[in-house]
């Protein structure tokens, strides 16, 4: 893994930002800079999904189709799990190599500052959009209601990886007062057993443990992480404690073909399941043991995926490529811009008289095309490029 890198998080904290110069021995994380890639397209899939299936009035609708429902289950299960864990890997990486503070300013840099630039348009935007897919027109200046400024839609992401900031902030702080109050040789000693004990069931190569744990913190929130910012965290700091945890590492790259085997049988588990119980009743009790067993595939899912397509991209695709760095250049770009072009896309598709599946498919095509588009031709070598992936080396 001798790359070169410039070890600084994007916006999105899934690869390495270009605006960093270190010394030529540094890792570069290459794979993950490829994953990062697929998980924004993934997103623009996610969203074109959303109206093929029984979504209980949160979307509007088209006629359902179970082969895309299954589709955005599967991407559902682990793709911000990635993110997060990705996000935790290069925190530490970048905090290992620089400092908290540089990290701290960096996230405001590529975080903060396109949250608050890109926040209001969407806002704006977006109701009148989700108005036309409800009811056929636009709703004017009905739609702009204060509430709507409240609502982060597809950022959310952004305001907890700003929250990792003070977390990571204050559990440092507290590490390096604790250090200098403590100074005895026993308390030192016991601290050290701790985390050895702690890194030795967290970071065991079948991990159950973190499943399990998992399990329970999804369960306020029957396995969403919008709203589950415990859920996020678990995920966030499991990654940065894997940067120091190498052996783990290394075994994801070497076996990630049985993680990835595992977690499918899990998966087909998991969706046979949900296709059975059909839509959550919290008021049935008799379904409530199954519920819990769909959650626990759910943290299974995620868990396994995750340590399956982290090891899989790095040792299929560690060498540097162009094309691959382009794309993860563009992504954060296209993950922004990418919910109100592909729901206008696919509301507008609603009146067309052809499969669901062929929709689909055009939505994300037709998506994919002008985020790559509009990347290229007016934000990579503009201001805009500069505020989302620094200067590029």
Not at 32 to 60: E, Q, S
Not at 295 to 311: E, V
Request: net charge positive; hydrophobic share 55%; aromatic share 18%.
């Amino acid at each position: 893994m001798s790359r070169d890198q410039s070890p600084a998080e994007t916006a999105e904290s899934l690869s390495v930002s270009r605006d960093v110069e270190l010394q030529s021995d540094i890792t570069r994380y290459h794979g993950l800079d490829a994953l990062r890639a697929l998980a924004m397209a993934m997103g623009i899939v996610l969203h074109a999904a959303l109206p093929y299936f029984f979504t209980d009035g949160f979307w509007p609708a088209d006629d359902h189709s179970k082969p895309i429902k299954a589709i955005f289950e599967f991407i559902h299960i682990w793709r911000m799990p990635v993110f997060f864990i990705l996000s935790g890997f290069l925190s530490a990486l970048v905090i290992n190599r620089r400092s908290t503070i540089y990290w701290a300013d960096h996230r405001f840099k590529r975080v903060a500052l396109p949250l608050f630039i890109f926040w209001i348009p969407i806002a704006l935007v977006l109701p009148q959009i989700f108005g036309y897919g409800f009811k056929g027109q636009f709703p004017g200046a009905d739609g702009i209601k204060a509430e709507i400024f409240f609502n982060p839609n597809h950022l959310w992401f952004l305001i907890h990886l700003l929250l990792f900031v003070g977390i990571v902030g204050i559990i440092r702080l507290i590490s390096s007062t604790t250090a200098t109050i403590f100074r005895p040789d026993i308390f030192k000693a016991s601290w050290a057993m701790f985390k050895r004990f702690f890194v030795g069931v967290i970071y065991l190569p079948v991990p159950l443990a973190i499943i399990i744990i998992l399990f329970f913190v999804l369960i306020p929130t029957g396995g969403e992480l919008i709203a589950n910012l415990a859920g996020t965290s678990i995920y966030f700091f499991l990654g940065y404690g894997l940067f120091s945890n190498m052996s783990l590492f290394n075994r994801m790259k070497s076996y990630w073909v049985y993680y990835v085997i595992f977690a499918l049988l899990a998966f087909a588990a998991y969706l046979w399941l949900i296709s059975e119980l059909g839509a959550y009743d919290p008021k049935n009790e008799e379904d409530a043991p199954l519920w819990g067993v769909v959650l626990l595939l759910k943290a299974a899912c995620a868990i396994l995926f995750s340590y399956g397509f982290i090891g899989l991209s790095e040792a299929k695709f560690g060498s540097d490529s162009h094309t691959w760095r382009w794309l993860s250049d563009s992504a954060y770009w296209i993950y922004l811009v990418h919910l109100p072009i592909v729901t206008m896309i696919t509301f507008a598709m609603f009146s067309f008289s052809i499969p669901v599946e062929i929709k689909f498919i055009l939505s994300i095509v037709m998506t994919s095309v002008i985020g790559v588009v509009t990347y290229k031709y007016l934000v990579r070598r503009t201001v805009v490029g500069l505020l989302l992936n620094g200067k590029r080396s």
